[in-house]
Each structure stands twice: as structure tokens, then as C-alpha cells.
């Protein structure tokens, strides 16, 4: 009632307000509608330090559920993966998910399509799903042996439909494998204008969840044998391995000819945070990017490493020099002896480009001496080779077995709805590492994926109700 009587003295009080400004103003004309309406509405004192208590204890209790639901996801996978046996002639039955319920022009469903219930549901955005059942999303640049994954991970759809009768205000519960496929709990998936699913889900919150922080320096050659398709493989390199950092990542982009540049010479010897607009930033420069003159490699990673070196910036965590050209004609052994060994302590990888390999010895060098190599001859390489890093740097916190929870900086997220109109939705995600445990891995450290689910912002707000707390 008291709120009832709020919102009618304030709509009151807005058609008055001009009529009155001109005889009152400021705490005048408060303290006489204050006094018109005194008689009906009661005043209460409010302790703001408990209110603040109590939301933050139920935001606690709601967050830690989500966390739960997590870890009981994490622990049905490895369980999951450890008791299944790899079969190379693995096969099994299925259905197009982008095709369920769609019939042909006798009114007979579709091959691989058939008929299954879809509800609309409000947990869901008020979109039409389905709550008993998962479904498998692989992006059509992903290529790897991923039948034995889907069919282990069928174990976890149970687990889904469990934890969503246990917390109905869960959304989107998922795994994402190391391999590429993503589980989505509950059925529901939309291609793009093209009929096509680009979504990889190694783009988003697995980053996060399957590496420790990282500082990553890329070093693109733009000399001229650059130019060409290289220089665009090269452009779409920089850009993949700038996808897959986020908020907790620090990055800086070299190029190099005959001589050594930083995309953004405001950034020039540093590191900086690789958030969103950072990282669009970049990519509208590496789009300029131009070829010209000689490759001068060396100078190029005394500068990266220089700035890694450098104390007191970055995450601290891990190291890494991205090299990405087509060759290297200098002999740069006595940079790495002086900037990182013994310890090795920078990781470098590098990215060959090109069908045709020119001097490519020296980069080979790196290669055997760093652990880390590929070559990617054409776009659509890109994607799988980058990803390739990730495995390389989550291998320490896979073998210790961390099962780090993170939570992942807001982002927006973009709905359908039943207009097929789309709306952004503020979201945060709360992911966790999910890690072989069978004993011939284990110190191969293996990274099967990431679990996670999705919490609209608007749910954290609902705790903290406006009227309350102005």
C-alpha cells in the first residue's frame, strides 16, 4: 500500500511540478507537497547497513547455487569421460536440431528432423524449448573426431534436467569441448541469416575458464613477401588470437619490416588490459596494416621480449609471443639465450603462413626449442591452429588439477524472441575446467572442456528491488 501511494503522489507531484516552479522551487516546493499529502503515506527509517546485508547475503545464496550446479557438471564429465572407452567406429543415431519439426511439402518431417515438444518458457527468454532434453552445436569450421566426445557428454543431460528442477532460475546450462562441440541445455538453437552456425564456443567463456591470466605480445610480419593472401591469413591469425582474450588478459601488437612498429604507438613498450575495446581497437589498425621492405625479425622480439620483462605490469601469470610470418631469414638464437633462457619462462609460438615455406628453418628453430609450431596455409586453418595454444597453456593448472570457478566480466548477450526480433541482454557466466582423469593422461595434462551456465544481470538486480533502496 505504501508503495501504491508512492508511485501516486509521484505521478501527482510530475503534472504539478510546472504549474508550481513558478511560485516555488527546490525544497520550497518539496516541503508543501510534502505537507498536501503528509496525512497519507507513513514514513518509515530504514537501516541502509542492514539492507545492504540482507541483499548481499541472498545475491550470496543465489550465486552460490549457480556454483554448484557447476561443480556437480564438472564432476559428471570427468566421471563421464574416465569411465567411457574410446571406439574409432563409434556411431549413433541423431537429429538436426535446426531441423526439428520442420516437415516437407506432405507434411512429413524433414530427415533428421523430427517431431519434439517446444514450450515457451520465460527462464528462457520466452523462447520455445525443450527442458528434457540437450543438443549438440558444432561450428562448420571444426573439423576434429568429435563423435566419442558428443556421446560421452550425453551423460551430462540428465545432470542438466536435474539441476533445473532443483534451481528453476537457472538458464542456459552448457560444456564446451576442447575439440570444439557445445552441449546446450535446453534444446533451442538458431542458425544465422545463411542457415549457418558460426558460434565456436572457444570464442567466449571457455577462454577464460580453461587458462590461467595471461600477456600475450603478437609479432606480425608485414614485409613485403607478405603481401597478398598471406597478409590476409595473417590479419585473420591476429584477429583469432585476439578473440580469445579476455578482461583478465594483457596484450600489445608488434609489426615489423625493416624496421619495428607498434599498431598503436600510444601503447609503444607496454601492455594493456584486453578488454573489449581494446581489443576492437586493435583490429580496426591491424585492418590497416600495410606490407613493405625487408623482414628484420630479431629486433622485433628483443622489443617483446623487453616488454615482458618489464616488472610490475601485465597479469603476471603467463608469458607468451605470438610470431606470425612466413619466414624468418636472421639467426636469432642469442635473443633467446639472453631474454629467456634457461628458464624459458616466454612461451613463443609461431604461425607459419603460406602454402609456400621460404626460409622457414629459423622458425622451425623456435619451434624445437619452444615446443610450439604450425603452419596455416590458408583461412580456414586459422581457427583450429590458434586454438591449439589454449591446450598449451592451461597444461600446468590441468595437471595440478585446478578447479579454478570464474566468473566472467558482463557482456551482451543477444536474444530471440517470439517476434524474431532480437534484444541484448546483459549477461555474466559462471564457467569451470573439466580435466581427464584417466591415469595414461594425466601428466599430459588434458583439458576436456568447460562447464557453465549463463545469469541475466537483471536477476542480480531483482534482489536489490529500486524502490528500496532510493
Given at each position: 500500500?505504501?508503495?501504491?501511494?508512492?508511485?501516486?503522489?509521484?505521478?501527482?507531484?510530475?503534472?504539478?511540478?510546472?504549474?508550481?516552479s513558478?511560485?516555488?522551487?527546490?525544497?520550497?516546493?518539496?516541503?508543501?507537497?510534502?505537507?498536501?499529502?503528509?496525512?497519507?503515506?507513513?514514513?518509515?527509517?530504514?537501516?541502509?547497513?542492514?539492507?545492504?546485508?540482507?541483499?548481499?547475503?541472498?545475491?550470496?545464496?543465489?550465486?552460490?547455487r549457480?556454483?554448484?550446479?557447476?561443480k556437480?557438471?564438472?564432476?559428471?564429465?570427468?566421471?563421464?569421460?574416465?569411465?567411457?572407452?574410446?571406439?574409432?567406429?563409434?556411431?549413433?543415431?541423431?537429429?538436426?536440431s535446426?531441423?526439428?519439426?520442420?516437415?516437407?511439402?506432405?507434411?512429413?518431417?524433414?530427415?533428421?528432423?523430427?517431431?519434439?515438444?517446444?514450450?515457451e518458457?520465460?527462464?528462457?527468454?520466452?523462447?520455445?524449448?525443450n527442458?528434457?532434453?540437450?543438443?549438440?552445436?558444432?561450428?562448420?569450421?571444426?573439423y576434429?573426431?568429435?563423435?566419442?566426445?558428443?556421446?560421452?557428454?550425453?551423460?551430462?543431460?540428465?545432470?542438466?534436467?536435474?539441476?533445473?528442477?532443483?534451481d528453476?532460475?537457472?538458464?542456459?546450462?552448457?560444456?564446451?569441448?576442447?575439440?570444439?562441440f557445445?552441449?546446450?541445455?535446453?534444446?533451442?538453437?538458431?542458425?544465422?541469416?545463411?542457415?549457418?552456425v558460426?558460434?565456436?564456443?572457444r570464442?567466449?567463456?571457455?577462454i577464460?575458464a580453461?587458462?590461467?591470466?595471461?600477456?600475450?605480445?603478437?609479432?606480425?610480419?608485414?614485409?613485403?613477401?607478405m603481401k597478398?593472401?598471406?597478409?590476409?591469413?595473417?590479419k585473420?591469425?591476429i584477429?583469432?588470437?585476439?578473440?580469445?582474450?579476455?578482461?583478465?588478459?594483457?596484450?600489445?601488437?608488434?609489426?615489423?619490416?625493416?624496421?619495428?612498429?607498434?599498431?598503436?604507438?600510444?601503447?609503444?613498450?607496454?601492455?594493456?588490459?584486453?578488454?573489449?575495446?581494446?581489443?576492437?581497437?586493435?583490429?580496426?589498425l591491424v585492418?590497416?596494416?600495410?606490407?613493405?621492405?625487408?623482414?628484420?625479425?630479431?629486433?622485433?622480439?628483443?622489443?617483446?621480449?623487453?616488454?615482458?620483462?618489464?616488472?610490475?605490469?601485465?597479469?603476471l601469470?603467463?608469458?607468451?609471443?605470438?610470431?606470425?610470418?612466413?619466414?624468418?631469414m636472421?639467426?636469432?638464437?642469442?635473443?633467446?639465450?639472453?631474454f629467456?633462457?634457461?628458464?624459458?619462462?616466454?612461451?613463443?609460438?609461431?604461425?607459419?603462413?603460406?602454402?609456400?615455406?621460404t626460409?622457414?628453418?629459423?622458425?622451425?628453430?623456435i619451434?624445437?626449442?619452444?615446443?610450439?609450431?604450425?603452419?596455416?596455409?590458408?583461412?580456414?586453418d586459422?581457427?583450429?591452429?590458434?586454438?591449439?595454444?589454449?591446450?598449451?597453456?592451461?597444461?600446468?593448472?590441468v595437471?595440478n588439477?585446478?578447479?579454478?570457478?570464474?566468473?566472467?566480466?558482463?557482456?551482451?548477450?543477444?536474444?530471440?524472441?517470439?517476434?524474431?526480433?532480437?534484444?541484448?541482454?546483459?549477461?555474466t557466466?559462471?564457467?569451470?575446467?573439466?580435466?581427464?582423469?584417466?591415469k595414461?593422461?594425466?601428466?599430459?595434462?588434458?583439458l576436456?572442456?568447460?562447464?557453465?551456465?549463463?545469469?541475466?544481470?537483471?536477476e542480480?538486480?531483482?534482489?536489490?528491488?529500486?524502490?528500496?533502496?532510493?
Amino acid at each position: 500500500m505504501f508503495v501504491s501511494r508512492v508511485q501516486q503522489w509521484a505521478t501527482s507531484f510530475g503534472k504539478e511540478i510546472n504549474a508550481l516552479s513558478a511560485r516555488y522551487s527546490g525544497a520550497k516546493l518539496l516541503q508543501k507537497k510534502y505537507k498536501d499529502i503528509e496525512g497519507m503515506i507513513k514514513i518509515e527509517e530504514v537501516d541502509g547497513e542492514e539492507l545492504v546485508k540482507k541483499f548481499a547475503e541472498e545475491m550470496e545464496r543465489m550465486l552460490g547455487r549457480k556454483m554448484e550446479s557447476v561443480k556437480r557438471l564438472a564432476e559428471a564429465a570427468e566421471d563421464a569421460d574416465y569411465y567411457h572407452e574410446y571406439n574409432e567406429t563409434l556411431e549413433f543415431d541423431y537429429y538436426n536440431s535446426m531441423l526439428i519439426n520442420t516437415m516437407d511439402e506432405d507434411g512429413n518431417p524433414v530427415p533428421l528432423g523430427g517431431e519434439f515438444p517446444l514450450e515457451e518458457n520465460e527462464h528462457f527468454s520466452s523462447l520455445l524449448v525443450n527442458t528434457q532434453m540437450s543438443n549438440i552445436q558444432v561450428p562448420t569450421n571444426v573439423y576434429n573426431k568429435i563423435v566419442n566426445g558428443v556421446y560421452m557428454s550425453e551423460a551430462l543431460n540428465d545432470l542438466f534436467v536435474e539441476n533445473f528442477q532443483k534451481d528453476p532460475t537457472l538458464t542456459w546450462q552448457y560444456f564446451g569441448s576442447s575439440t570444439g562441440f557445445f552441449r546446450l541445455y535446453p534444446i533451442q538453437w538458431t542458425p544465422d541469416e545463411n542457415g549457418v552456425v558460426t558460434f565456436d564456443c572457444r570464442n567466449r567463456n571457455y577462454i577464460q575458464a580453461a587458462t590461467s591470466p595471461k600477456d600475450v605480445v603478437i609479432v606480425v610480419d608485414v614485409s613485403g613477401s607478405m603481401k597478398g593472401l598471406r597478409l590476409t591469413i595473417a590479419k585473420h591469425t591476429i584477429n583469432t588470437i585476439l578473440d580469445t582474450l579476455g578482461e583478465n588478459d594483457f596484450v600489445n601488437i608488434i609489426a615489423y619490416s625493416d624496421y619495428v612498429r607498434y599498431v598503436e604507438p600510444c601503447f609503444k613498450g607496454t601492455l594493456v588490459q584486453a578488454d573489449l575495446d581494446n581489443r576492437e581497437h586493435f583490429k580496426l589498425l591491424v585492418e590497416e596494416l600495410h606490407v613493405k621492405g625487408e623482414g628484420k625479425v630479431k629486433k622485433a622480439m628483443k622489443e617483446s621480449f623487453k616488454i615482458l620483462n618489464e616488472l610490475g605490469q601485465g597479469s603476471l601469470c603467463n608469458q607468451a609471443i605470438m610470431l606470425i610470418t612466413d619466414g624468418a631469414m636472421e639467426d636469432y638464437q642469442d635473443v633467446f639465450e639472453k631474454f629467456n633462457w634457461p628458464d624459458r619462462r616466454v612461451r613463443v609460438f609461431t604461425y607459419l603462413i603460406g602454402r609456400e615455406m621460404t626460409f622457414a628453418e629459423n622458425v622451425k628453430w623456435i619451434a624445437c626449442n619452444n615446443k610450439y609450431y604450425t603452419h596455416v596455409s590458408t583461412l580456414a586453418d586459422v581457427q583450429e591452429n590458434v586454438m591449439e595454444y589454449l591446450h598449451v597453456l592451461s597444461r600446468p593448472m590441468v595437471i595440478n588439477h585446478d578447479h579454478d570457478i570464474i566468473w566472467t566480466e558482463a557482456y551482451m548477450d543477444s536474444v530471440l524472441f517470439n517476434t524474431q526480433a532480437q534484444s541484448l541482454l546483459l549477461m555474466t557466466s559462471v564457467a569451470m575446467p573439466v580435466f581427464s582423469k584417466k591415469k595414461e593422461t594425466l601428466s599430459h595434462g588434458i583439458l576436456l572442456g568447460v562447464v557453465g551456465t549463463d545469469v541475466a544481470v537483471r536477476e542480480l538486480m531483482r534482489l536489490a528491488p529500486r524502490y528500496k533502496v532510493l
